[in-house]
């Protein structure tokens, strides 16, 4: 299995486990590190996505989802410093 392939399937693993513990929201601040877990969101239909540029706004975003819908929010960012 190429290195491609095998975080393809770890990041519909994760996916499957969001949607069983009824994450309905994914905020997403598209990185390339990150890149295999937003493209898997992105397919995903049971998700709602919403995509910022910017990781704090995106949490913030993320925070008045999570309190208006009283649901957990999933965040996908990718790593370094703002």
């Not at 393809?8 to 486990?17: D, G, H, K, N, S």
Request: hydrophobic share 45%; charged share 15%; with cysteine.
């Amino acid at each position: 299995m190429s290195v491609s392939a095998f975080n393809r399937r770890w990041a519909a693993v994760i996916l499957e486990a969001l949607t069983r513990h009824g994450v309905r929201h994914i905020c997403i601040a598209p990185g390339s590190r990150s890149t295999p877990l937003t493209l898997a969101a992105a397919e995903n239909s049971a998700f709602i996505h919403h995509t910022h540029f910017d990781e704090r706004g995106l949490g913030h975003l993320a925070l008045g989802l999570a309190k208006v819908s009283k649901q957990p929010v999933a965040v996908i960012v990718t790593s370094g410093t703002a």
